[in-house]
């Protein structure tokens, strides 16, 4: 736990020296080191966005931060600390943005746990579902499903603490998500050609902005 490692450091740590750390979740921090916060230490959470399903050192590449964001969620006003990592995060080729915790953790949970949350999901759902041959299924897995096999191999336990830490947000976007989920099935269920078309078509046209942002 990052909170935990975090105390343990302050044993050894003076009060310019800088703390970062490279979490998912931002809002772990427990008030008795946030207390420690400028006396012990000079806290600047970071999150890299950047990486893929397979974690570990042996997995990294030369351009894994390449043009990626990294978001700073500062703690207190130390500028200096802010620029300081700021810079080591841009020579190694990233962007740099900085934000608020709530607002880093709540847009996470749109954009990165819930997506990973029904992948891990809709993997379970398939092998769940009572078919003769379970084998044919992982034969003929390709395409979408297949995508989400991608993101369903990523490490567990990391998973697992990251939807736990986040648990509030990921909650209230996961009842969003559902909400549209039941208007969907609705949809279906009427035919509205027309409505299902243009959901679909206004999804296209975000994954193409989303595709000229990354360029």
């Given amino acids: ?7 343990k450091l302050s044993d050894y740590t003076e009060k310019n ?17 946030l207390k420690l916060n ?3 230490f000079s806290l600047v959470p970071g999150h890299p966005i950047a990486g893929t399903e397979h974690s570990g050192a042996k ?5 894994l931060f390449q043009d990626k ?5 500062p703690i207190g006003s130390n500028k200096k600390s802010v620029r300081i990592v700021s810079q080591i995060w841009k020579r190694i080729g990233m962007k740099v943005a900085t934000m608020k915790i709530n607002e880093h953790d709540k ?17 379970g759902t398939a092998f769940n579902l009572n078919i003769k041959k379970k084998k044919e299924l992982i034969n003929f897995a390709a395409g979408g499903f297949k995508d989400f096999t991608r993101i369903g191999s990523s ?3 990391m998973w697992t603490d990251i939807f736990l830490k986040n648990k509030g947000f990921l909650k209230d ?23 299902i078309f243009r959901l679909l078509k206004r999804t296209k046209q975000i994954r193409n902005i989303i595709i000229k942002k990354r360029i």
């Avoid at 964001?69 to 969620?73: G, H, K």
């Avoid at 976007?173 to 409505?195: G, M, P, R, W």
């Fill in 1 to 7: 736990m990052i909170d935990n490692i975090v105390n």
């Fill in 17 to 33: 020296q800088i703390i970062s750390d490279v979490g998912s979740v931002k809002n772990i921090f427990e008030q008795r080191t």
């Fill in 38 to 40: 400028n006396k012990k």
């Fill in 59 to 63: 997995n990294a590449f030369n351009s």
């Fill in 69 to 73: 964001w990294c978001i700073l969620t």
């Fill in 107 to 123: 847009i996470m949970s749109i954009t990165s746990h819930l997506p990973h949350l029904i992948a891990f999901t809709i993997v």
């Fill in 155 to 157: 490490d567990p336990k």
């Fill in 173 to 195: 976007t996961l009842s969003l998500f559902l909400k549209d989920i039941e208007k969907i099935k609705k949809l279906l269920e009427d035919e509205k050609y027309s409505q």
